[in-house]
């Protein structure tokens, strides 16, 4: 079995597999959550959720349609999507208090220079923000998190032509935006 191979399909019954998992891929999705959000207490309890949900998906991962880390994003995006419809629903004032852990002083620290040091990837989202959301999504996860364009498509569940496509006509219309990074957002793809 191919999952198997990967080890992902092992981690929702073995601890150590998924602290493996975890410790592999805990820095790539805090900093993929801190180009996105710009709480701590919300990278925190995101990332949390992520790996909830890995537990949970892990039996989806199919090697052949991409690495694991453009899986992982993808459980990311959709993690942070759910929790932004979520979000919506309640009224601002409750959406400040609910859900939210205390961290402790170092904790904070540690997610604010995180969050400082992801700054120009949210500057250059802020640019984005004018694209359609599925030509936004493709163009964050190739210029901001450094997937290839194949990547990006298995983590968004799209073809690879399709990818291309859009990341073309992503990257088209933020030529016309000014203050756009050109390197970040045109050539950030390996």
């Given at each position: ?57 892990a ?16 459980v ?27 961290l ?87």
């Amino acid at each position: 079995m191919r999952l198997r191979q990967t080890g992902l399909a092992d981690i929702a019954d073995d601890p150590v597999a998924f602290e493996a998992f975890y410790r592999r891929h805990f820095e790539a999705v805090t900093r993929f959550l801190a180009r996105r959000v710009g709480d701590p207490h919300a990278v925190a309890d995101l990332t949390a959720d992520v790996f909830l949900a890995v537990l949970d998906s892990a039996h989806t991962y199919r090697p052949g349609k991409g690495s694991e880390i453009a899986w992982l994003y993808g459980v990311a995006r959709n993690t942070m999507l759910a929790e932004r419809r979520r979000s919506a629903r309640e009224s601002r004032a409750n959406s400040r208090i609910a859900g939210r852990r205390l961290l402790e002083s170092d904790d904070v620290s540690r997610l604010e220079d995180r969050i400082d040091a992801e700054s120009p990837a949210r500057r250059a989202m802020e640019a984005m923000a004018g694209l359609p959301e599925n030509d936004r999504a493709l163009l964050e996860l190739v210029a901001v998190d450094g997937l290839s364009p194949a990547e990006a498509a298995a983590a968004l569940g799209i073809r690879q032509g399709t990818a291309r496509v859009r990341l073309h006509r992503a990257r088209r219309a933020l030529r016309q935006i000014p203050g756009v990074v050109p390197p970040l957002v045109m050539e950030g793809h390996r």
